[in-house]
């Protein structure tokens, strides 16, 4: 099961260097705009996860974004970008924003780090804090794995992830209020010494 302080604390400890290593995406960006395409004028988003900033935060633009991450050094980074971004150290199990707040929410590569029994439980919250009509576009896995890498980008930090696999994502989507609209695999690109890992971003809607 995945130690979620262990993975708050990897953060933290290799800020930089997931940094350095993730660089910009291009396919991030084709798929915001997909979902930009589909929410109001001036949408409020949750970057659930927000990192650095990147690509959530900043593609959409200080005043549209409320950035929330458990690691403060992740923050920290991210109010190097934002100039006037709402960033918030909280925890996706238990999101500290009203009920009915948002047009979207994005979460990269951050879902994929929660322990697996609590993944129906991000998903409420994320159905809690959107809108009637909101969209959530998040990072899932293709297949079903949980493990952990003890020098993670050979930072000699360790993390940990807890993935379900496309399918099982699916079908807890509706279980929690969603409509699943559309899914992508696309290469990941952070240099972990992996060329052949692909994840699917997922892109649903509250029923």
Avoid at 113 to 121: G, M
């Amino acid at each position: 099961m995945t130690d979620r302080n262990a993975v708050r604390r990897g953060y933290d400890a290799l800020a930089e260097d997931y940094q350095r290593a993730r660089g910009d995406d291009t396919h991030d960006e084709e798929l915001l705009a997909d979902l930009a395409e589909r929410l109001p004028a001036n949408p409020r988003v949750l970057d659930a996860g927000c990192g650095d900033g990147r690509p959530a935060s900043t593609w959409f633009g200080d005043d549209d974004v409320a950035s929330l991450d458990f690691s403060r050094a992740q923050l920290e980074l991210a109010r190097e970008r934002l100039s006037t971004g709402w960033l918030t150290q909280g925890d996706m199990t238990a999101l500290p924003f009203e009920v009915d707040s948002f047009d979207a929410v994005c979460a990269f590569n951050s879902f994929i780090h929660v322990p697996d029994e609590e993944h129906e439980t991000v998903l409420k919250e994320f159905r809690r804090v959107l809108r009637s009509d909101g969209w959530l576009l998040f990072t899932t896995g293709c297949s079903t794995w949980e493990g952990q890498n003890p020098d993670w980008l050979e930072s000699g930090v360790a993390m940990e992830w807890d993935i379900r696999g496309l399918d099982e994502t699916q079908e807890l989507l509706g279980a929690v209020g969603f409509s699943v609209e559309d899914a992508w695999i696309v290469d990941d690109d952070l240099d972990d010494g992996n060329d052949d890992a692909k994840f699917p971003l997922v892109l649903a809607q509250v029923a």
